[in-house]
């Protein structure tokens, strides 16, 4: 009877962190799409929780078996009482993210709790843990140079190709004329400007995807290593998720789509294409990714690809300046031919204040760090009482 209960109580908690864990990653995935009005933040819940189930079925198995099993060389550290303590930590470590409208890395926070936890009982695994820190150091840069190319060479073309213009109103209607409502395009909305929309909330589903790949485990995994039935955590976690992603998601949906920055369409595609890539492929082979700091790095790399079409290479090699801002996402007028490499004029830029918000980022950039910082020093000094005085 007892166990039974402190198996409530370890679901209990792993649902808090897979709520929290909707209110943390909802905003980077939807947050452009509903920041551009191409989606309510009702409508990007239900996305949300749909896709965030697909990732966390399929793929997101690998991520578990990491944190679960192999992140700790003792199978018997994870016990029912030790999930409940680590899950305790992830959950209130991203609760503090999401009180303050900050998305959490969800994946760092889980996993400092259980390095803390292993540190603390003498059982981490340092090889599996030094992986896990090689990618997470790698990654950011990937994104960053991959962007980077982007920006500089292709950044302009794509422009062309996918850039609009809102229109004024609504931009689909519902039509209830006839014997069954149908949607219809607003009375200014352009087929170009729809075409956008479905891109950019396409773009949300496959966040949303590469997110459920990554971070189902953070919810779930000191449970399954713990012997729960995993299936059964899952669909337990990604319905925590969605109830996160339909209510405290609205703070970080307003932080990231409204707040923090107006990244233009173009560059949001551009960036969560490149982040979303990366952290489904990196979740294929087991390794949980922070997809927050490596979106982050792929604006920097975009803008500065971006802003160095300015000067040519022979000019870069002869060390002449290069006026380099984040600001160079502002996107061109759509429709208009882009220059060639060193045609641009640096004063076309515009500066970084004019796109993105110093205070906002600032406390983004602060939030970041001490969230998981906060999951890994508590583990640690928590299991470290606990195992010298109560196990």
Do not use: H
């Not at 550290?77 to 993210?97: D, K, P």
């Not at 009982?121 to 991959?146: H, K, Q, R, S, Y």
């Not at 956008?196 to 290593?225: E, K, Y």
């Amino acid at each position: 009877m007892f166990e039974l209960l402190l198996l409530g109580v370890g679901i209990v908690v792993s649902l808090f962190v897979g709520f929290n864990i909707g209110g943390a990653t909802t905003g980077p995935a939807f947050g452009p799409a509903v920041g551009a009005d191409a989606i309510s933040k009702t409508g990007a819940a239900a996305l949300m929780a749909v896709f965030f189930l697909i990732g966390g079925w399929t793929i997101g198995r690998q991520v578990v078996d990491t944190l679960g099993n192999e992140l700790v060389t003792n199978p018997g550290v994870f016990t029912i009482e030790s999930s409940i303590v680590v899950l305790f930590f992830i959950g209130g470590a991203l609760f503090v993210g999401n009180y303050y409208g900050v998305p959490a890395s969800t994946s760092m926070t889980a996993v400092g709790a259980i390095a803390g936890l292993g540190v603390a009982t003498d059982a981490l695994n340092w090889v599996v843990m030094g992986e896990i820190a090689v990618w997470w150091i790698v990654a950011p840069i990937v994104g960053f140079w991959v962007s980077g190319m982007i920006g500089r060479y292709f950044y302009t073309r794509i422009n062309e190709w996918v850039a609009i213009t809102s229109t004024p109103g609504p931009l689909v209607e519902i039509n209830r004329t006839g014997l069954l409502p149908r949607p219809t395009l607003g009375p200014n909305t352009t087929r170009r400007e729809l075409s956008g929309a479905v891109v950019v909330v396409s773009i949300g589903c496959l966040m949303a995807f590469s997110s459920g790949t990554s971070n189902i485990a953070n919810a779930i995994a000191p449970l399954v290593g713990a012997g729960v039935d995993i299936d059964m955590m899952i669909l337990l976690g990604c319905g925590a998720v969605a109830v996160g992603a339909f209510t405290i998601a609205r703070r970080t949906l307003d932080t990231l789509g409204n707040d923090i920055t107006e990244l233009p369409l173009t560059a949001a595609i551009v960036v969560a294409v490149i982040s979303s890539t990366i952290v489904v492929g990196l979740s294929a082979i087991g390794i949980p990714a922070s997809f927050v700091i490596i979106a982050t790095t792929s604006i920097v790399g975009l803008g500065w690809g971006r802003a160095t079409r300015t000067t040519t290479l022979p000019e870069v090699v002869r060390g002449e300046e290069t006026n380099v801002s984040v600001g160079a996402l502002t996107a061109e007028t759509p429709g208009e031919e882009a220059p060639d490499i060193g045609e641009e004029n640096p004063e076309d830029i515009p500066s970084a204040g004019d796109l993105f918000d110093p205070a906002t980022t600032g406390r983004v950039i602060v939030m970041q760090n001490v969230v998981p910082l906060l999951s890994t020093v508590g583990a640690y000094v928590a299991f470290s009482i606990l195992f010298r005085f109560v196990w």
